[in-house]
């Protein structure tokens, strides 16, 4: 019962969203000693599930049998891990890319749709399935797509008598992915750009036309300078999304090793590469690097725009 | 509040919807007419039914057991979101609200870190694991529950922030009640759909799970769908869309959650 002791709380600490979080960061008084006990659990856990096996992952790319060595980091220097780690950023920046702008217009098609309309809670409802609709099942759909016999492979053959295999089987190679990345990145785009875009105020619009603006005028000068930032951080996190996939690669390209994901299976199962199997540890290291870049941009660019969603 | 003089116009808006939604369309209705062809060029049902034909039970074994495997993992994790994190997120609530900026750091940290990260560190854990635990398949929850962490979190938290905790917790108290009934009989009601939404997407993350179980020699739906998928695309093709199917539904069910929750706000 000495957990029981009396809980400070600061003035309106209990409001909701943001506020709070700000008020709570100034500390409130001191927690007795018996309360932290109930910490201790999922400190535990994340220690033992998050911190010690992203510690081994990045820590063996500079482990060998004899201890240190910077051998396996400087084999991301290999032409070939160069080349793949490129086409994995090629990849996540171009379906970054082109979902940014699908996902922008339609979120820009439902502007002026209410926050609680019924189309609008359908959208959302599909773009969080469609979201996470990643992996195994997204490169089964676009098999039976654009596969050597899915649907619009077929329709293309017989009525253009267009074969979009000509030149090789490319679906199950890097350009193959494009299409599916696409199909998660348009849905997340929309779930992440929405909020921002909703917040542009209407006031804003007819303050524009007041003063003798045009429709034009109000998104070169006001719109797009205040989404601007959103937009960006919504693009980071695309890009992320798309870094770190690993699934719809891993069912789709069965052979090769085109993005880094896929090179870290390979360093994982292969045997051929003995003496090296800490390369994925290194492969895994240089992920974290890129994550770690795209994440903290990210941070940068969103405490921005949080700036006009207040 | 119409958004007049900025919204589209209402053309716009019908081409930039018609042409989405029709995109996005093209691969369901794909894998619908893929899964309906009969061999022959015509179309039936016939690839649907030999998935529940007893004849096929063992081609398809491995699929049953992957679903299987799943939903113990999905219950699991769902017992490590309900029983670890969101106790300890009343807890921090309550007791330590200076602790939140570096929890929620903590707890969003694996949105930065790629699955396939993970398991290259998860591996030697597992190793070990495996002698103290045996190789059941629920310790795979452990890592699983790690990945909906930023999932579970936002919707627990988003409860939370509507939810006037303190008060309760100090009325309860006042009242002569425990922490285990204060925990049990008076947050977690108040949390509920917070607590529902959580359980919810940790399901459909946990369903939809791929990467990690393949590489730790794991067998749960994703992966068998791709060892039967190499024999029969039918099948594979068919439960991606069940699977689809399944997940629009929960999500639909995580959205009327969230309504019910406004409301429930507006009330008070």
């Known amino acids: ?310 | 509040m119409s958004a007049r003089g900025i919204g589209p116009s209402r053309a716009t808006r019908w081409v930039v919807a018609v042409v989405l939604i029709g995109l996005f369309l093209v691969p369901i209705v794909s894998m619908i007419e893929y899964t309906t062809r009969d061999g022959s060029g015509g179309h039936s049902l016939v690839n649907w039914l030999a998935l529940f034909d007893p004849a096929n039970e063992s081609k398809y074994r491995p699929i049953w057991v992957g679903l299987g495997n799943s939903l113990v993992l999905a219950l699991v994790s769902v017992a490590i979101v309900l029983f670890l994190l969101a106790p300890t997120m009343v807890l921090i609530s309550l007791r330590f609200p200076g602790l939140r900026r570096i929890f929620e750091f903590l707890v969003l940290l694996p949105i930065s870190i790629p699955a396939i990260v993970l398991v290259v560190g998860l591996a030697p854990i597992y190793l070990v694991i495996g002698r103290t635990f045996g190789t059941g398949i629920w310790t795979l929850a452990f890592a699983y529950g790690i990945t909906v962490l930023p999932f579970a979190y936002r919707a627990i938290q988003a409860s939370i922030d509507a939810t006037d905790m303190k008060t309760l917790a100090e009325a309860a108290r006042t009242l002569g009640a425990g922490w285990p009934t204060i925990l049990g009989r008076v947050l977690a009601p108040n949390l509920r759909p917070g607590l529902l939404a959580a359980s919810l997407i940790s399901v459909a993350v946990v369903l939809g799970e791929f990467t990690i179980a393949s590489l730790l020699n794991r067998q749960n739906l994703q992966t068998a769908l791709v060892v039967v998928g190499k024999q029969d695309p039918y099948a594979s093709v068919i439960l991606s869309l069940l699977a689809l199917a399944f997940a629009f539904v929960l999500l639909v069910v995580i959205g009327r959650a969230g309504a019910a929750r406004r409301t429930s706000k507006g009330r008070s």
């Open chain 1, 1 to 310: 019962m000495t957990i029981l002791a009396p809980i400070e709380s600061p003035p309106g600490a209990t409001d909701a969203g943001t506020d709070a979080t700000a008020r709570s960061s100034r500390r409130s008084g001191h927690a007795g000693v018996p309360a932290a006990i109930g910490l201790v659990p999922f400190a535990l856990y994340l220690a033992l599930f998050l911190a010690l096996p992203t510690i081994f992952a990045v820590g063996s790319g500079f482990a060998s049998d004899d201890g240190f060595t910077l051998d396996n980091v400087l084999a991301l220097g290999d032409p070939v891990i160069v080349s793949t780690f490129a086409n994995s950023i090629g990849l996540s920046a171009l379906t970054a890319v082109i979902g940014a702008i699908l996902g922008a217009l339609a979120c820009y098609a439902m502007l002026g749709l209410g926050e609680g309309s019924r189309s609008r809670g359908l959208v959302e409802a599909a773009s969080g399935v469609l979201a996470q609709f990643g992996g195994v099942m997204l490169a089964f759909a676009f098999i039976a797509t654009i596969g050597l016999q899915g649907l619009v492979t077929l329709w293309l053959r017989d009525t253009f008598g267009i074969d979009i295999f000509a030149d090789g089987a490319w679906i199950y190679g890097l350009p193959g992915l494009v299409l599916p990345y696409i199909y998660f990145q348009v849905p997340l785009m929309i779930i992440t750009f929405l909020p921002a875009m909703s917040a542009l105020k209407p006031q804003w619009a007819e303050a524009n036309l007041s003063l003798g603006g045009t429709r034009a005028g109000f998104w070169l000068h006001i719109g797009m300078p205040v989404l601007a930032p959103s937009f960006l951080a919504s693009l980071l996190l695309l890009f992320a999304n798309a870094f770190s996939s690993y699934a719809t690669a891993a069912a789709l390209a069965s052979q090769g090793s085109q993005i880094v994901p896929l090179q870290i299976r390979t360093a994982l199962t292969s045997e051929t590469m003995l003496g090296r199997e800490n390369l994925a540890g290194a492969l895994a290291l240089g992920m974290v690097v890129v994550m770690a870049i795209t994440m903290g941009l990210y941070a940068l660019v969103e405490r921005r725009a949080a700036r006009w969603r207040r």
